[in-house]
């Protein structure tokens, strides 16, 4: 993975700014970065682990996009996961709500059921 190649580098030699393009970057429809979904971005979580990072944004988002696919088990997962990676104040707050609305939208359905209402 590049981005880990890269840190690698930094971490053991001073990078500088340089006015001129050394590389490109292509993306294809087959490429891991297009097609790797959730699991491509689990991995790049691991590896900014790795390389010493708390993560708690990545974390967010993934659990964003759990949160988006009605997987709310695995939303709050990755909410939990992020709230204990120390986020700043404003990110805590939204995550707090999520943890909370991943329980609300679990029960919504059972509620509806036992209510008689009809379940959409």
């Known amino acids: 993975m590049d981005w880990d190649l890269w840190i690698k580098i930094g971490a053991k030699f001073p ?3 340089i006015p001129e393009t050394l590389a490109a970057l292509a993306v294809f429809e087959t490429t891991k970065s ?9 991995e790049i979580i ?3 682990e ?19 696919h009605d997987n709310m088990l695995q939303a709050r997962r ?9 986020p700043k104040p404003h990110m805590r707050r939204e995550l707090l709500w999520l ?3 991943t329980y609300l939208i679990r029960a919504r359905p059972v509620w509806r059921k036992m209510s008689g209402r009809p379940t959409a």
């Open 15 to 17: 990078i500088r700014f």
């Open 78 to 86: 990755y909410f939990l996961i992020s709230l204990s990676r120390r």
């Open 99 to 101: 943890i909370f609305k």
């Open 50 to 68: 790795r390389n010493g990072s708390r993560a708690p944004l990545e974390y967010y988002k993934a659990g964003q996009w759990h949160y988006q």
């Open 46 to 48: 691991r590896m900014l």
């Open 34 to 42: 297009v097609t790797g979904g959730i699991k491509r971005y689990e």
